[in-house]
């Protein structure tokens, strides 16, 4: 897994549940860009995508990201929060470009 220490790898100017998500959305496809999951019978997608996206619409650029992240079967029977159940995607050190403000 990709071990990080929340005092020190997390940059400290992110300071919103947004920014968070996005700091992990690049994390996650910069370390994992070939991964495949299985989704379904017969259906395959990357494990990690993340990317800006213009949309005309509004005139405006957006972050879109998509993970798929196995769970452990024990969430079903566990007392922990259910992002702690969350399993290994891999095991890259993060860079530490992703650790700097």
Do not use: H
């Not at 495949?36 to 395959?44: L, S």
């Not at 619409?57 to 079967?73: G, M, N």
Request: charged share 15%.
């Amino acid at each position: 897994m990709t071990t990080i220490n929340i005092a020190t790898d997390i940059p400290s100017q992110i300071n919103t549940l947004e920014q968070l998500n996005a700091w992990t959305a690049y994390a996650l496809f910069a370390l994992n860009p070939t991964v495949t999951v299985i989704e379904g019978v017969g259906y395959t997608e990357r494990a990690a995508q993340c990317n800006k996206f213009w949309v005309a619409a509004d005139a405006k650029s957006r972050l879109i990201s998509r993970t798929s992240l196995e769970v452990s079967a024990d969430e079903l029977s566990g007392s922990a929060k259910p992002w702690m159940y969350v399993q290994t995607l891999s095991n890259t050190a993060l860079p530490t470009s992703f650790k700097q403000n």
